[in-house]
Nanobody
Framework: EVQLVESGGGLVQPGGSLTLACTASGIIFEDYTINWFRQAPGKEREGVACISNSDGAAFYEDSVKGRFTISSNAAKNTVYLQMNSLKPEDTAVYYC?????????????????WGQGTLVTVSS
């Protein structure tokens, strides 16, 4: 059974930084693609960034390009999302999701395995 656990959320001021972690278990890590999604209050869940652990290829949505960096540590079965220059509109619950495919990004409506989410609040 695939299990994903997110951590690292919290309150940060605009312009600040935060790093989220998604730790996976129950999978062969290198065979999976991990995608970060987020859902703001009253809005639909949307993709943020994705990494294919088989080849390291990364994908970013336009809204976070140049500000967020996704990385993977196979020794720790963990994918990180480094978020810089945070804006109030980045406020959301951030989820990681996984699928045994090699192509980024993952589709939010696909039968993915999901974590429980971690809240990021960007506010002064």
């Amino acid at each position: 059974e695939v299990q994903l656990v997110e951590s690292g959320g919290g309150l940060v001021q605009p312009g600040g930084s935060l790093t989220l972690a998604c730790t996976a278990s129950g999978i062969i890590f290198e065979d999976y693609t991990i995608n970060w999604f987020r859902q703001a209050p009253g809005k639909e869940r949307e993709g943020v960034a994705c990494i294919s652990n088989s080849d390291g290829a990364a994908f970013y949505e336009d809204s976070v390009k140049g500000r967020f960096t996704i990385s993977s540590n196979a020794a720790k079965n963990t994918v990180y999302l480094q978020m810089n220059s945070l804006k109030p509109e980045d406020t959301a619950v951030y989820y990681c999701a996984a699928d045994e495919v090699v192509v980024c990004p993952l589709w939010v409506k696909a039968p993915l395995s999901w974590g429980q989410g971690t809240l990021v609040t960007v506010s002064s």
